[in-house]
């Protein structure tokens, strides 16, 4: 692997699948159609469900976008139902690994992938917190495992990005400590922008209170976010969606490490 440079790009979605919800094959041609035009680096989901009579949803969108799927789960290797977050990949990962977040009641995973990116490594993790408004102290413990999980990744040099449904806004008290790490990318392009904004808001208010609460965050020595915007946020046939969430779509410059 070679040292990043002024010209490598790099670039990554999150979104919130809504799991099977409402006409799961119509918002899959939907969210195919739309990242198949994009071709981003990584695209980071949530909720990704699979059971009996449904296929892995990240399984089923990569293989429908020519990539590869990582998906993590509290559930069982082998059990037919299983939900929990995933990553799409176009490159095959150098490394992966996934743990389950403390709490462990709380059944909240997070997987990391290491991906060449112009012959460059990048670190990404997905994770999806606990959704409670009054969980702060329980997103606030997974917070902290999840610091210190990637802080004793191998090879830290790499660049570093995180993504996922934190369920709660960027500036939330649980997430301070994190904050203070690595910077929010939405918050760096659209500084002064309110996170309940309904122009800023990752919660569909078509569902929900608006409220931005999938973030992409990354380290600001190793990374200079170029745009950031949200996708999805149109139906795509009256009153139909593609999510109850926006997803959210970040372009990068690497920097060259330290």
């Known amino acids: 692997m070679t040292a990043a440079t002024a010209d490598t790009r790099f670039t990554i979605v999150t979104l919130n699948l809504w799991h099977d919800k409402a006409d799961w ?3 899959r041609d939907v969210i195919v159609a739309t990242l198949r035009d994009m071709k981003p680096d990584v695209i980071a989901l949530q909720e ?6 449904l ?3 990240a399984t089923t969108l990569a293989d429908a976008l020519g990539y590869r799927a990582v998906f993590v789960s509290a559930d069982a290797a082998g059990a037919a ?9 176009r490159d095959a990962p150098i490394d992966e690994e996934a743990i389950l977040l403390r709490p462990l009641d709380d059944y909240r995973t997070a997987a990391r992938v290491r991906v ?3 012959g460059h490594p ?3 993790a997905v994770t999806h917190l606990h959704w409670q408004p009054e ?6 413990a997974q917070l902290d495992h999840l610091l210190a999980w990637l802080d004793a990744r191998p090879h830290r040099d790499a660049a570093l990005f995180v993504a996922g449904d934190f369920n709660v806004p960027s500036d939330a008290p649980e997430i ?4 203070a790490r690595y910077r929010d990318a939405y918050d760096v392009m659209h500084a002064g922008s309110r996170q309940d904004d309904p122009a800023h808001t990752t919660l569909n208010p078509a569902f929900h209170p608006p409220l931005r609460i999938d973030h992409v965050f990354f380290d600001p020595a190793r990374a200079t976010p170029l745009s950031v915007r949200r996708l999805f946020v149109e139906p795509y046939a009256p009153d139909a969606w593609a999510s109850d969430h926006f997803g959210v779509v970040a372009t990068f410059r690497l920097e060259p490490a330290p």
């Open 81 to 89: 139902r299983r939900y929990g977050n995933a990553l799409l990949l």
């Open 116 to 118: 060449p990116v112009d």
């Open 135 to 140: 969980g702060g102290a329980i997103r606030h």
């Open 176 to 179: 301070a400590t994190f904050a």
């Open 25 to 27: 094959p119509a918002r």
């Open 122 to 124: 990048v670190d990404v």
């Open 55 to 57: 296929p892995n949803q």
């Open 48 to 53: 990704v469900l699979q059971h009996e009579t």
